[in-house]
């Protein structure tokens, strides 16, 4: 049953989706376009350098906007089938709690993720036709060959492994988001009939002032004193601390995301009243 919810939140998903991401990636050919006319060596005419930086602007602008829209395209597909007129439809189906939370986390994380890497491609067609005469020079390859050179002497075999936790990092840090946002649409729901979506901001923003405080107490009493320590430490201890560090990020990450899926699990199945 998870498959068939999971094909439903994909095609309602997308069938939106997809037009935004078209949209940004033709107005990044649009913006690498303009960045080559501003860096043109000839003087253009007042009105074309206006248009440029129109182009330019209207470009990254469009980033912003589709990185936004997806985010509001996931929210209103968890908030419209489950807290509205549809979420009668949606509690009625012979699927269990758990199935319905899946497949909107499994939907939610894999539109962000695939958001994130359009933003990327569309960034690097910016910069690959706006600066395409300095991505093919020589130099550049040879002091980014040096560098990589450097980075690898230095960490060695660590490397890898801070890149593959940096990516269960990331990861989990999508999934906490997410989480975070559906908890306080469904705790906004469960307190209150009217106004939801604004109690929903309210608390969202609430909770995330608390994690900001709590990340810069982390921050000030934490990070830095044992960034004081690691100085008197061989390179090759360092690397071992930082491993394990990052790894304590990853349990912190992963036992938040748990306590928040439970969270979500109990409200849903526990508290919320439709009748």
């Known amino acids: 049953m998870l498959k068939k919810l999971l094909k439903y939140d ?4 997308f069938k939106i989706w997809w037009i935004a991401a078209v949209t940004s990636l033709g107005l990044s050919f649009l913006g690498g376009y303009a960045v080559t006319l501003i ?20 470009s990254i602008f469009s980033l912003f906007t589709f990185a936004i829209l997806s985010e509001i395209i996931i929210l209103v597909r968890f908030y419209k089938n489950f807290f509205t007129d549809e979420g009668y439809l949606t509690f009625t189906l012979p699927v269990k709690t758990g199935s319905l939370i899946n497949s909107k986390l499994i ?15 569309n960034v690097c067609v910016i910069l690959g036709i706006g600066f395409f005469d300095v991505i093919v020079d020589k130099e550049l390859f040879k002091y980014v060959a040096e560098l990589i ?8 075999a660590y490397l890898f492994i801070y890149i593959l936790e940096a990516i269960v990092i990331f990861v989990l840090g999508v999934v906490f988001s997410l989480l975070l946002m559906f908890c306080c649409i469904t705790l906004a729901s469960i307190i209150t009939k009217k106004g939801r979506v604004a109690t929903a901001i309210a608390i969202y923003y609430g909770v995330n002032c608390v994690l900001s405080f709590v990340m810069e ?6 990070v830095r004193g044992i960034g004081v ?6 390179d090759k201890m360092i690397n071992s601390v930082m491993a394990v560090i990052l790894l ?13 899926y439970t969270l ?4 849903i199945d526990k508290k919320l009243n439709l009748n």
């Open 248 to 260: 304590a990020v990853i349990l912190l990450f992963g036992l938040a995301s748990v306590m928040l």
């Open 10 to 13: 994909f095609l309602a998903t």
């Open 149 to 156: 050179d450097e980075v690898v002497a230095k960490f060695g």
């Open 39 to 58: 860096r043109a060596p000839r003087d253009l005419p007042q009105v074309v350098d206006a248009s440029a930086g129109l182009m330019l602007f209207i």
């Open 107 to 121: 939907m939610s994380v894999t539109v962000t993720l695939t958001t994130l890497i359009v933003l990327a491609v």
């Open 229 to 234: 320590r690691m100085e008197a430490l061989s």
């Open 264 to 267: 979500q699990y109990r409200m």
């Open 217 to 222: 107490m982390i921050m000030i009493f934490g």
